[in-house]
């Protein structure tokens, strides 16, 4: 069992008023708050380490180098990767996909086919999609059903000697649908296609085995895993990278330049142009190290809890209907409340100190299937308690007896 209340007092933000209210914080798919020990970690870097990396011979210099290959150290075995150099520091998980999908060029030609699926953000799609209009390559999109879940005999149909490559999200952003990403790997593989998955909203619930999945690209962000924003993962299988042609030209990513050839550093360098984000990249170990303290296990638990209750709670209120209903879903709801538009809503329950998103949630196919113009979207994460939920409840009842 967590502590919930020890663990809300990390969480500094946590104890503020919103417009006089106590903050109810539900957008937690698009951000996760910070404790304290994050907040503490990158204030310390500035104060007692900041210098350049892998350049310098001075004892600052050397102090950030081991940190930030520290973290990357860490990364790997939360992530079973095989090797560090398959862990690339990226700015997010935007940022992975572009730099696969960039390579990816290379590769392709017409009549190839990229497959994605009806569940993707837009970053799991335009990365794609402008693959596809450089190289001549077929877009092909794995349909959802009703109840927000992949049809995967579709996916089996569609797959060919044609998939050079398939790119997935582990979970939904705007529904909350776990993917069996496992299966969907081996398929792929199967046809001798390459697969990414997507893991922005998995890696805050579950920890994914690289190796374990078997999968040739796994991207994520740290700031949805209590991390600091600009950061991000990008793992790959050291025979793709070796494949891949760097992402951006610069410093730090070079062997030798001279002005009739460069020639290019040795992975993880590669694909890391430039001076990073190396406060984020540190820091983004000791997020890790704070949730693995926790126990992703406990987490899972207690946020299907919550997952649960606030699913029973919300289907209280008259004229609620709740979009994605998988069987195999993580702690998302995604509603709306009769003809009431969510943006109305979301500004009302706002005055009352409850933060959910509302809108497309940047997955506009999936409001498009449903024919709606967006939901409300509430994401609860281990730091949340089923008393926020009961006041999230009350709000929406307000907010629907003022707006019918």
């Known amino acids: 069992m967590l502590d919930i209340y020890k663990i809300r007092a990390d969480f500094p933000i946590l104890s503020q008023k919103v417009n006089g209210k106590p903050l109810v914080y539900f957008d937690n798919a698009a951000t996760s708050q910070k404790p304290i ?3 503490e970690a990158e204030a310390n870097y500035y104060k007692e380490i900041n210098a350049n990396i892998h350049r310098g011979v001075h004892t600052l210099s050397q102090l950030a180098t081991d940190a930030y290959e520290a973290s990357r150290l860490k990364i790997q075995k939360h992530i079973n990767a095989k090797s560090s150099h398959e862990v690339l520091f990226t700015s997010g998980t935007t940022h992975g996909i572009n730099l696969v999908a960039n390579g990816f060029v290379s590769f392709l030609k017409s009549g190839d086919e990229v497959m994605v699926s009806a569940l993707e953000h837009h970053s799991n799609i335009v990365p794609w999609q402008m693959l596809c209009e450089k190289t001549g390559a077929k877009l092909v999109v794995i349909p959802m059903n009703e109840s927000g879940e992949l049809i995967l005999s579709e996916y089996e149909r569609l797959l060919s000697a044609k998939t050079k490559i398939v790119t997935v999200n582990h979970i939904s952003n705007a ?8 299966w969907m790997i081996e398929k792929a593989h199967e046809v001798g296609a390459a697969i990414l998955i997507d893991g922005a909203q998995a890696t805050p619930h579950l920890i994914p085995d690289v190796q374990e999945l078997d999968c040739d690209f796994y991207v994520f962000s740290g700031h949805k895993i209590c991390g600091p924003t600009g950061t991000g993962i990008l793992y790959g299988k050291e025979a793709w990278l070796n494949k891949l042609p760097p992402y951006q030209g610069g410093g730090e990513m070079i062997a030798t330049v001279t002005f009739e050839k460069t020639t290019y550093a040795e992975l993880p360098h590669k694909f890391e142009a430039g001076t990073p984000n190396i406060a984020g990249g540190i820091v983004l170990g000791t997020a890790i190290d704070y949730l693995n303290e926790i126990g992703f296990d406990n987490i899972a638990a207690y946020e299907q809890e919550l997952l649960e209750f606030g699913t029973k709670r919300l289907l209280e209120i008259e004229g609620l209907k709740i979009y994605g209903t998988s069987a195999h879903k993580t702690s998302v709801i995604s509603f709306n409340v009769g003809d009431i538009h969510p943006y109305d809503i979301g500004t009302i329950i706002d005055k009352l ?13 999936i409001m498009d299937f449903y024919k709606i113009p967006g939901t409300l979207r509430a994401s609860f994460a281990f730091y949340n308690t089923k008393e926020e939920i009961d006041a999230l409840v009350e709000a929406v009842k307000k907010a629907q007896m003022m707006l019918s």
Not at 357 to 364: D, I, M, S, V, Y
């Open 37 to 39: 020990q994050v907040i």
């Open 175 to 182: 529904l909350g649908t776990i993917n069996p990403i496992k």
């Open 353 to 365: 100190g409850i933060a959910v998103r509302t809108g497309h949630h940047c997955a506009q196919p």
